[in-house]
């Protein structure tokens, strides 16, 4: 059974730090890509970052490029969200999500508020 369990949020003062750790378990994590999507209160999703399987190419949404760094341990099956410099805009509840054999897999989600 594919699961992937994101921890790591919480309640941090805007230009404050966080890192999510998303496990993964279930399928051969080294062989997919990995997405970061979230979803503010009251909006829809938003795709954050994505990595390649091999985690040589990441990519990030414009809204958090500079500030964000997204990384993974294959070793651990872990995927990873480093946030920097938070604004009360990126608060949101963070999902790790992939796609196997087209189908999408996602994890419960971790909430990040950023509040003074």
């Known amino acids: 059974e594919v699961q992937l369990v994101e921890s790591g949020g919480g309640l941090v003062q805007p230009g404050g730090s966080l890192r999510l750790p998303c496990a993964a378990s279930?399928?051969?994590?080294?062989?997919?890509?990995m997405d970061w999507v979230r979803q503010a209160p009251g909006k829809g999703f938003e795709w954050v970052s994505s990595i390649n399987y091999s985690g040589d190419r990441p990519d990030y949404a414009e809204s958090v490029k500079g500030r964000f760094t997204v990384s993974r341990d294959n070793a651990k099956n872990t995927l990873y969200l480093q946030m920097d410099s938070l604004k009360p805009e990126d608060t949101a509840v963070y999902f790790c999500?992939?796609?196997?054999?087209?189908?999408?897999?996602w994890g419960q989600g971790t909430q990040v508020t950023v509040s003074s």
């Open positions: 999500t992939t796609n196997i054999l087209t189908r999408p897999y």
């Open positions: 279930g399928f051969t994590f080294s062989m997919y890509a």
